[in-house]
């Protein structure tokens, strides 16, 4: 499938992807090692379950501040810079001489995980021209949904015929092979928006979090229950203080006002009560699998291959059977399958087959997968088209959030009732306890399937408003200086196949900064200006201030900088042209067009009537007309 881009740049996107892919591959490859971490370390499942539940809950902490470290330092710093690093954090894990260690070196990888793939996510999206997004990343996030079901199969072999220090040892080896290629095809590719970093929300959210997941974490022993209330509420209340926090500032590190969406906040929630059952279930499955059933950590990882596969497929298919039926339709769907393996999970006992376990997960992965997927495009969809790119940030942090919680919930009901049945001994001990986080993640699913049937409906008018603000309330009041006082009436355009040498001639001999890309009967189809032009060429200078990335970045680029600008310049105007254009009509009152530029933090947008470009209007515009009429 031909991308639309060159091929440097396709070898940058294969580079990148490799890096989130090796980041989303260690995701899950802990979970077939934990039993033999325990008896390794002679540690508890309370104790192990950190290194899942940890993991998520550092990488929830540091996607917030993805967006402020990409303003700051170019993708090839970032980039290279949080490899290194993740590489050192597996080296560390590799070589641990105790679980603290491990732990360690976990966090480490989760932190660049954290910043890795929204960073990977936004780059990705800007390289690729907007016709072929769709298709793009649909084919990424296939090839991305199939490293979770890789990693537990693949760990579960690596422990039993190496031991798990050769998980973390080939983590190494990638990362470093990553690193490599990321210092010989990553352009310094920046131009980002710079955001301001409050200390203060990163302090709340880390001392919340951690409180809350280690109250949560000790709930499963009844000697630890005053510590465990004491961690809860502080958590709590420190948290509240977070979003307090996030919904006063003018530029939070979350914007969690747009979950007062009702729509995208039912979806948020959904999402994150799948993501504690399925993540926590995971974490429990191979301790089951190893501890009571008796079988390998290769068994083990396998168990949950077919599932895994299947939830993938399932996820690349459901938006087109969203697209066709709605997403009620196509939700419950979903739950019925997660309420069919919610069934079969608590079916389980202590001398299970491994083919019903098996069955059972691989029909909740397919329900998850049918539900997820619509819910969330459903979700995005509510929201107003400038509030679209910060649905990605909050929604992870959330579902890492949960995907730990839920996992040391699961796993401290698991010791909690294990250690109340003192009428039973030995494995049917073990397994009351997992039985009883079986049932918890039961509830989970029923509980959305009763979300999903009150409150997801397929209604008209749901979806949000366009960006275009060509509405009634900003029509011409007598007296009122409009957009055509101050617009410039000449209209500088190309159409759609010109090239982008085109555009960059038009603006060099008429001095404008915006160019209109129109159709064959002049409609508007894009539109181009000097940001969109120079964003190409963007590279940015190192930042001594660190260390690990003044290492790990390169001070010149293989390509030079006439190399890159040949290479736009033959590009196709539309691979470049904004096409969800904002606009405003002639007869919108000025003040209502200022807002409206600082509102999308943007220079300058076409003027329309009728369907076609009539000027446009740019900040120097409107400077210009307050100069002259301000006497």
Known sequence: ????????????????????????????????????????????????????????????????????????????????????????????????????????????????????????????????????????????????????????????????????????????????????????????????????????????????????????????????????????????????????????????????????????????????????????????????IQGVLGNSATVSGLTLLPGTVIGALIGFTAGRIFDRVGVRKTALVGALFMILGACGLFSLRGDSNILLICAAYGIVAIGVQFTMTPLNTWGVNSLPNASVRYAQSTSNTVNQVAGSFGTAMLVSIATLVSSSATNLSGTAQVFAGYHASFTGTALLLLIVMAIILLFVRDRKGETAKEATPLGADQAQRPGTITVADAMNPVVASVGEDASVRDVMKIMEETGTTGVVVTGPNGQVKGFVTDGNVTRYLARQDLDLSSAILRMSASYRDEDDLLSRFQDLAALNVMQVAATNVITVPPDMPLDKACALLMEHKIKKVPVIKDGKAVGSLGRRNIIHYAFEHMH
């Open 1 to 288: 499938m031909g991308l639309g881009i060159s091929r440097k740049q396709m070898v940058m996107v294969a580079t990148l992807l490799s890096g989130t892919l090796l980041t989303v591959l260690n995701l899950t490859l802990m979970t077939p090692a934990l039993p033999t971490i325990m008896a390794d370390m002679s540690v508890s499942a309370e104790t192990v379950q950190w290194l899942t539940s940890g993991y998520g809950m550092v990488e929830a902490v540091v996607i917030p501040l993805s967006a402020y470290l990409m303003g700051r330092f170019s993708t090839r710093q970032l980039f290279i810079g949080c490899e290194a690093l993740f590489a050192l954090g597996s080296l560390i894990a590799a070589f641990a001489p105790s679980f603290e260690f491990i732990l360690a070196g976990r966090m480490i990888q989760a932190a660049c995980t954290g910043i890795v793939m929204p960073m990977v996510s936004s780059v990705i999206l800007l390289i690729l021209p907007r016709e072929k997004r769709g298709s793009a990343m649909g084919i990424i996030g296939l090839i991305i949904g199939f490293a979770p079901a890789i990693g537990p199969s693949l760990s579960g072999i690596l422990v039993d015929h190496i031991g798990w220090r050769a998980i973390f040892a080939i983590v190494t080896v990638l990362a470093f092979v990553v690193v490599a290629c990321a210092t010989r095809t990553l352009q310094n590719f920046g131009g980002f928006e710079r955001t301001r970093f409050d200390a203060p929300s990163v302090v709340l959210s880390t001392v919340g979090l951690i409180s809350l997941l280690y109250g949560f974490s000790t709930f499963g022993s009844a000697n630890n229950l005053i510590e465990t209330a004491v961690l809860v509420v502080v958590g709590a209340l420190v948290l509240g203080f977070y979003v307090r926090r996030q919904l006063t500032l003018d530029e939070p590190m979350l914007k969690l006002d747009i979950l007062r969406t009702r729509q995208y906040r039912t979806v948020v929630i959904i999402v994150a009560l799948l993501q504690a059952g399925l993540i926590g279930m995971e974490t429990i499955m191979p301790l089951y």
